[in-house]
């Protein structure tokens, strides 16, 4: 991963919501990179703040939300020339007008809402296109049926007439992957593709996404809560929460050196399908409430391995590896040394046998 | 936070590495403290004509009340020779305004003329006052116009109560047990409502007598069909739900489904429906009133006032702007807080 | 042998959407589950699973089949002592946690609910011991009782679902994809609580779901819906072990393991009912081994077991 292949790169991101009953401190300090052809996934529960990072690259936070600090630095090429700017520092019609859609596009949860159903699956991909690209209707028409093709759309010259209702939920979230891919976009943001559709369907999507951007070259983002889909399809994986990024690194490192304790608790909270514990491990207590901010770690309430230090200090991240961190005190070298339960050690020397077979 | 190690900024403590032991992670003590109730009431707050339009509501109810009673005159009291009278008040007489002055426009010029006076030269009035003058029989406006609004206010009140007892009912069984019992349920209300309510209300006058009863009942009569759509989609919407599937399934009857469960989920959708009803029902009787289809005389309400000072509007045009000010604030008020209600119980907050 | 605690025998549940339009969401579905056992039924959306649990418990009448609660048949019209032995006997624990429970009421009176209809306790103090020892089960605080739903998380709000549905002390509890709404560390929770209670109070489980994982975790049998027919039933040894039916082969294989080395060259396994050319209609059970048993015309049987 070299330097110049940076194309995204959130630095000390921080943002707040102004509610009725408070602030609620969502985002309190994200540092992301996204190299060009990489796919990176965040990971995380409700509340971790892994939607509204999002939001904030494509500039559709809500309105009562303030940006205390940070910076989105995206680069890209215009007319040639390499531009790089800050996201967090233009207006929104600006944003919109350059980069949705054209440069970064996003693939949201349920395609149900995210297709207008007053408008052909047709009129909908060339929309964007005859905006940013000032295409005739004709050739953006053309262009359209090439998509659906590409996203496995069968009879995409009679599907290019039908509308949302009439396409099963699967198809109806391939559309979107093609809208979203109609401007041939740097980077594509996937939040919970999958996650509304059955098992056999998301499947079939992820390996679509895969196709996708090993043809076009595509970056990808994950957001999601399933580390099934995780280990499917990322290169980089970022956990997130409580608004923090705790615990980032390579896809093999974090799922056979994982080291802070939510991570720990994420990968033994799923069963899989050769676990035969009488006792899912499971982390205790709930989501925080990102309302009432404590000081310390946000996580220290439900982890079990919990310093003292953790209720007065936020860890800093610790250096794992050159590309695997973890914000987590245990690392410190006074910390005592706390192995990952052994439920979990156990299950990853058995996935790491599966893997040599 | 992404700080490399920086030990040096950072001093510890010692047993800062100390686990702390797993107990305090047992229980789950998690909760948010805010209220469906108290957030409403704090987004109404806010909203300054909602709370003007409250105040000024119920400013009108207190004189209503009090007015009648610290006025020496009754509503039906006539003075014969007082007719006509321009509003005198004690106090602002003397800054010039409300000194039963009036100017009569007639065919040759304006003319000034003061019917207090009694000795022409010295211009010392008598010892009686109008305050808001009186009408073409002597009788006082200020008292008939807060008699008048007691009896709009309760005219209104009690028919929108009734409706929304009515409605609420028709609406919530007619949604609930859905297929034919529906059907024929809306299919009624439907040509109910296609009747107009003149025509009802006449059919009523040539049954009853005219008096205060038979408003009440014509106007009970129309206006529980709108309650009950209200109620009917409320609990379309409501009846899939899980928690009423739960019920279901616990063995609830029928009854207390629909009154235990899903009632308390739209009353705020029915309140707020009540209140802007209530404006509705008062022109309503205002507008019967004026064309004679209302209460009789003596008695009045603010439509019959403003039907009888119409008559001298020209001449005295002091006597049609109490009842009709009053009439106009009431209306704009209650529209003002009912909207100020909907949008204060929200129902993007809290409600299904 | 003891007599199995529910029996469903050729259920079928028909939806009449107009008089050209059926929809039939249960085509033919047969099951048992004994008492204290935990039976998973697994299919995706559209496979009829949560019709057959909203049938089982008679929020729906079934079109036909029949089905033996107890001993007793609830599948017609039931008289009121049957009924009241359904109520109270046979409980739900439903998806969304957000709408399962009352926002107008407190939690208290949320889970009470079973006890107040029935007048199941006869005095306020011994109401209030049963909630308040209910919420300790679940692992909920005392103070909670008081609170309405909204002021809860998800997980919590679950809780209070079974806490509903425990307080009955029933013997069978219908799971109606009961954790999928949730975080996946809170499912972990739930799925341990529900574990605890099948422990201590014997209850078996109807467990609906779409996650093969979980459902293989937490079942002793597990039935395969697609289409509103059971293609494949057995213990969960015996399918995940020797998948007969294609789509339970294309379930599982759609799985993704959380192990990137091999996950990452992985192919799903897909299967198309259409271009498949199976009709569920013209199947019948045939016996595998044990209880494993795979919906299947003999054609079709004996090329699914050739490699076996």
Known sequence: MQKDNLILSIRNLDISFQTNAGAVHAIRGVDLDLHRGETVAIVGESGSGKSVSMKAVMGILDKNSVVNHGEILFTYQENGISKTVDILKMDRKTIRHTINGRHIAMVFQDPMTSLDPTMSVGKQIIEGMMLHEHIGRREALERAVSLLDMVGIPEPEKRIKN???????????????????????????CDEPTTALDVTIQAK????????????????????????VVAKVADYVNVMYAGNIVEKGMIDEIFYDPRHPYTWGLLSAMPDLDTNDERLYAIPGSPPNLMHERPGDAFAPRNIYALNIDDRLMPPM???????????WLLHENAPKVEMPPELKERILRMKKEAER | MTDMQNNAYISFLPGDFELKGAENTKLDMNFASQRFWKEAAMRFRKNKGAVFSLITILLVILLAIFGPMISPYTYQQQNIKQTNWAPRVQGLENLGIFDGSESLKTSTGTKLKNAYVVDKETGAKNDTYYWFGSDALGRDIWTRTWTGTRVSLYIAVVAVLIDMLIGMSYGLISGYFGGRVDSVLQRFAEIINSIPTLVIVTLLMLIMKPGLMTITIALMLTGWIGMSRIARAQMLKLKEQEFVLASHTLGATNFRVIFSEILPNIIGQLITNTMF??????????FLSFVGLGIPEPMCSLGSLISYAFKSFTTHPFQIVPPVIVLALLMLCFNMLADGLRDALDPKMKEM | MSEPLLKVEGLKQYFRINSHFTVKAVDGVNFTINPGE???????????????GRSVIRLYEPTKGKITFDGRDISGKMNRETEKHLRTGMQMIFQDPMACLNPRKKVSDIIAQGLDIHHICATQKERNDRISEILEQVGLAPEHASR??????????????????????????????????????????????????????GCAYLFIAHDLSMVKYISDRIGVLHLGHLVETGTKDEIFTNPIHPYTKSLLSAIP??????????????????????????????????????????SEYTDWTKNT
Do not use: W
């Open chain 3, 38 to 52: 935990t039976y998973g039924l697994v299919g995706e959306s559209g496979s009829g699973k949560s019709t057959i």
């Open chain 3, 257 to 298: 393991h959380p192990n990137p080395e091999v996950e990452k060259s992985r192919k799903a396994m897909s299967y198309d009912y259409r271009a498949f050319g199976v009709d569920y209609n013209k199947g019948t059970e045939h016996l595998v081994n044990g209880t494993h048993f795979v919906l299947a015309t003999d």
């Open chain 1, 318 to 328: 610790f250096r794992v590896t050159d590309t695997h961190y973890a914000a987590t």
């Open chain 3, 148 to 201: 309405y739903p909204h002021q809860f998380s998800g997980g919590q709000r679950q809780r209070v679902g079974i806490a509903r549905a425990l307080i009955m002390r029933p013997r069978l509890i219908i799971a109606d994809e009961c954790i999928s709404a949730l975080d996946v560390s809170i499912q972990a929770q739930v799925v341990n609580l529900m574990k605890d209670i099948q422990q201590k109070t």
């Open chain 1, 205 to 228: 999507i992820l390996e679509l996404i895969k196709k996708i951007q090993a043809d076009m070259g595509i970056s990808v983002i994950y957001i999601t809560h399933d580390l099934g």
């Open chain 2, 277 to 286: 009803s209530i404006p509705n029902a008062i022109f309503t009787e205002a």
């Open chain 1, 163 to 189: 509308y949302p209702h009439q396409l099963s939920g699967g198809m109806r979230q391939r559309v979107v992957i093609a809208i979203a891919l109609a401007c041939d976009p740097d980077v594509l943001i």
